[in-house]
């Protein structure tokens, strides 16, 4: 099996690379029509055999996306408390992208997962993008936090949604 990726520790929790034992979690909140309202490309209902082909495709070894899932059985946590990816674009850039579990939503998560994302860099990018749908402007607030800057409003397809969705496109340079 090919390296699925770093593992980045935090003092909350570790991102690391999704493992087969997942499945099972991964399905239950990428099954939840609030979090794959929240992204562009989870479906709802969630299709037999999704969440295997996510696990596969995060474990390939010529994957265009790296993904971690926050977790926190260190200290004593969930094992699956969301997830965060890096899709490569070219010129040495990155788009930037994470659900969290409905259960910790407004506890700091998304923006410590981006922040410690941001910080390890592991794909070496000098600009990250990334995009939130407009009616969750939370989403937009962890950007904002971690440093992001508006770039203007755009629209996306939402898988989950079946429609067109206004979103909000933001940027960050790294050093």
């Known amino acids: 099996m090919p390296d699925p990726g770093p593992v980045i520790e935090t003092e909350r929790f570790c991102l690391r690379p999704p493992q087969q034992s997942d499945l099972g979690l991964l399905q239950m909140y990428t099954g939840d029509r609030r979090v794959a309202e929240a992204t562009r490309s ?14 596969d495709r995060a474990r390939a070894p010529d994957r265009v996306e790296d993904v971690w899932l926050l977790d926190a059985t260190r200290i004593g946590g969930g094992e699956v408390l969301g997830c965060i990816g890096l899709k490569r674009m070219d010129r040495n850039q990155s788009e930037i992208a994470y659900w969290i579990a409905p259960a910790m939503w ?20 000098a600009n990250i993008f990334a995009e939130v749908l407009q009616d969750n402007p939370a989403s937009a607030r962890v950007l904002s936090n971690c440093g992001f800057a508006y770039l203007g409003d755009a629209e996306t397809f939402s898988v989950a949604r079946g429609a067109s969705v206004a979103t909000w496109t933001y940027s960050r340079k790294l050093d």
Request: charged residues 10%.
């Open 106 to 125: 407004n506890t700091g998560l998304a923006t410590a997962a981006v922040r410690a994302l941001l910080e390890a860099n592991p794909q070496g990018c």
């Open 42 to 55: 989870i479906p709802h209902p969630l299709p037999e055999g999704a969440t295997q082909a996510f696990i």
